[in-house]
């Protein structure tokens, strides 16, 4: 099938030749692409607390590393957890929910990385997860 340019695309055509107006730069175009930000998700669900807080901590310096400038942390509600039944335990230091942002909160050099961290998030009785923004690692 043989397509035919029609007058009103020659006028504009012509038009664009005759004018100044510039197209834009795929090139700069992709470079915008590439700085947008990163986010990444961890998944803590079925750890002890002692493993969460090492996994957590690990992630979190990883990512700040590969300038990732939003992460996401599900750790459940605690709804399902058995140290509710155990009446030596601290009902909100035993789940993750709790737990993970306390030792985040209390670890220095987690901190230097951290921008913020998204407190109501973890306060809602209705949510499971929390957001942590890093800051901008400028060695990358």
């Known amino acids: 099938m043989i397509k035919r340019i029609t007058d009103k695309d020659k006028k504009d055509w012509l038009k664009f030749i005759k004018s100044n107006e510039r197209l834009e730069n795929k090139d700069t175009f992709n470079k915008k692409q590439s700085s947008i930000k990163k986010e990444k998700l961890i998944d803590l669900h079925g750890y002890s607390l002692d493993d969460a807080n090492k996994k957590i901590y690990n992630f979190i310096l990883s990512c700040y590393e590969q300038n990732v400038s939003k992460i996401k942390v599900i750790t459940g509600k ?34 230097k990385v951290i921008k913020s961290l998204n407190e109501y998030e973890i306060d809602n009785s209705s949510n499971g997860s929390f957001v942590i923004f890093l800051k901008n690692n400028r060695k990358s």
């Not at 140290?83 to 050099?109: G, R």
Request: charged content about 25%; glycine content about 2%.
């Open 78 to 111: 605690g709804t399902r957890s058995k140290n509710k039944e155990n009446p030596y335990q601290s009902k909100n230091l035993s789940i993750l929910k709790h737990s993970v942002p306390d030792f985040i909160n209390s670890n220095q050099e987690l901190l």
